[in-house]
């Protein structure tokens, strides 16, 4: 038999928790549900980093943030970090990447051989909704019923661009083994979905309205993010309705999904295939009062992992240990009897997906960091070191660690408290954990060693832009090579002047 597919589906925004195989008993993920029966069911993944772009630095590298770039959205993945595509293409696999993927620079292959649709030319890689806000979007504010025709629906071409490149391939070259990474983009913002998703939530998803007193116990981070997006100032009203569409966002992309798998089954295409589910990180969805990601909550830096195929145990097992993102890379090289190439700083876990239960997970905890003072937003630049504006955690089952980068740290005992609401790190009766755990998280980190390597990364990054002007949100590609947009009706193919004083689009500034 010759080296198995990859199968890799992504989704966004997406945390762990909102999973009926979670044990969500709201949300409808009939098709997620049908593939966790069949999968290792990883229950404590953690993202290296809970933001777009360098979450999947990380994943396709096998490296922390600070070892690959991955500061902040729009960072260049720089052309010495080898890739999980690039090191399969080289190994004889078909590479190819399908959506959102939010790459920086001029490189927008970085290893993928084919990508049929998806965000090519700088456009964020998200629908803009209301159309009228094109090039920018709203969160919660914007929550309601889809403007966009179901067919022009970026998850549903998605689906259908994933599912005719995987046939063809099938079909043209049945022999060689193929790795295609499916990216959605829900449930991220716009939390907008077709109406009978939405109306399926209607008055179902529990919601919870904080006053400004719940707002002042937490940490120093939080309150300042809190000051910067307006938490605060939301109404009951949006709350609501920004629940329930979040719900319906992740009903729609796992009919998306399922149409997906099940149209891979039906052609027989799937039959010698590692699947793996998983989301780039998680979304707060109102959990504590507080809405997108970045934090270091579980609802920000947790989510689902599933995999089943070739090499793995059949049928439903649960892992509890931690795993990192960063462990998917280096798994899959030994599930494919591929080396693991040099730098990658994920574990090996393949003994565990072929014996759940009896052998043990290589690592003691899972790290996630975030560095705000990264963004390269103009709008939103904030100087470098500035207090309380970064964070990285250590996570394993019973704790969780938090060290704030010129602030305090957190220590969450989550056996005793799941929902991180007691802040334990000063109890004298813990002060042995905590040592331990901070031990653990200076681990071959210093903030002074990852600002200086910040400050090196920044001088490089101007020479791999691309100067190419974005479009709409996502582009199709040619058999030869060329690039079109595929939204350019949808929105007039306009592009925004942004005055100056606010920034504007990332894009716009830097390419």
């Known amino acids: 038999m010759t080296r198995p597919n990859i199968l890799l589906i992504q989704t966004d925004n997406h945390t762990a928790a909102t999973n009926g195989f979670m044990g969500d008993r709201i949300v409808q993920t009939r098709n ?23 979450s999947r630095m990380c994943l396709i590298t096998g490296r922390q943030p600070h ?65 009228s806000s094109f090039p920018g979007y709203d969160h919660v504010q914007s929550a309601g019923v889809t403007e966009i025709p179901e067919s022009l629906i970026q998850d549903n071409v998605i689906t259908r661009e994933a599912l005719a490149f995987a046939l063809e391939h099938e079909d043209a070259q049945p022999e060689k083994p193929w790795f295609m990474y499916v990216s959605y983009t829900r449930p991220h913002p716009p939390l907008r979905s077709p109406g009978r998703y939405l109306r399926h939530y209607r008055d179902k998803v529990p919601y919870t309205v904080y006053d400004a007193s719940h707002y002042a116990t937490l940490s120093s981070f939080d309150q300042w993010l809190t000051d910067q997006n307006g938490y605060a100032r939301l109404t009951a009203d949006e709350i609501k309705a920004g629940r329930e569409a979040y719900y319906a966002n992740i009903d729609f992309v796992d009919d998306c999904i399922g149409e997906l798998i099940s149209g891979l089954e039906h052609a027989g295409a799937i039959d010698n295939t590692i699947v793996i589910f998983l989301s780039d990180h998680g979304e707060m969805a109102g959990a504590h009062g507080i809405w997108h990601t970045g934090k270091f909550y579980d609802e920000s830096i947790l989510t689902a992992l599933l995999m089943s195929g070739p090499g793995i145990r059949a049928g439903h097992h649960e892992v509890n240990a931690p795993i990192s993102h960063l462990d998917i890379f280096p798994t899959c ?15 090996d876990v393949s003994p565990v997906l072929a014996h759940p239960g009896h052998s043990p997970m290589p690592r003691e905890y899972a790290a996630c960091e975030y560095m705000y003072w990264g963004v390269r937003v103009k709008a939103h630049a904030i100087a470098l070191n500035t207090p309380c504006r970064a964070w990285r955690t250590v996570v ?5 660690y938090v060290h704030i980068q010129g602030g305090e740290s957190l220590l969450f005992n989550r056996a005793d408290d799941p929902m991180e609401d007691n802040n334990v790190v ?29 400050q090196e990364d920044l001088v490089r990054i101007d020479q791999y832009a691309s100067g190419v002007k974005p479009t709409t949100p996502n582009q199709y590609t040619l058999q030869d090579g060329r690039t079109f947009d595929a939204e350019g009706e949808l929105y007039g193919a306009r592009w925004l002047a942004v005055p100056n004083v606010t920034g504007g689009i990332i894009p716009q500034q830097y390419g």
């Not at 090289?333 to 574990?347: A, I, M, N, Q, T």
């Not at 109890?427 to 071959?444: G, I, M, N, Q, W």
Request: proline share 7%.
């Open 396 to 400: 394993n089952e019973q704790w969780k």
């Open 426 to 454: 000063d109890r004298p009766d813990y002060a042995d954990v905590r040592d331990e755990l901070h031990r653990k998280l200076c681990t071959d980190f210093s903030w002074e060693q990852v600002v200086a390597q910040y």
């Open 32 to 54: 997620l549900d049908a593939l966790a029966a069949r999968s290792v069911q990883f229950n404590l993944a953690v993202c290296a980093t809970p933001i777009c772009t360098p």
């Open 67 to 131: 070892n690959c770039a991955g500061w902040s959205n729009h960072w260049v993945l720089f052309p010495e970090h080898r890739t999980w595509p690039q090191h399969f293409a080289d190994h004889g696999y078909t590479t190819c990447q399908v959506g959102k993927m939010h790459f920086g620079g001029a490189d927008q292959m970085h290893g993928f051989q084919f990508r049929p649709y998806g965000d090519l030319k700088h456009g964020l890689g998200h629908q803009p909704e209301p159309l």
């Open 333 to 347: 090289c030994r599930l494919c009897d591929l080396p693991v190439p040099d730098g990658v700083e994920g574990f």
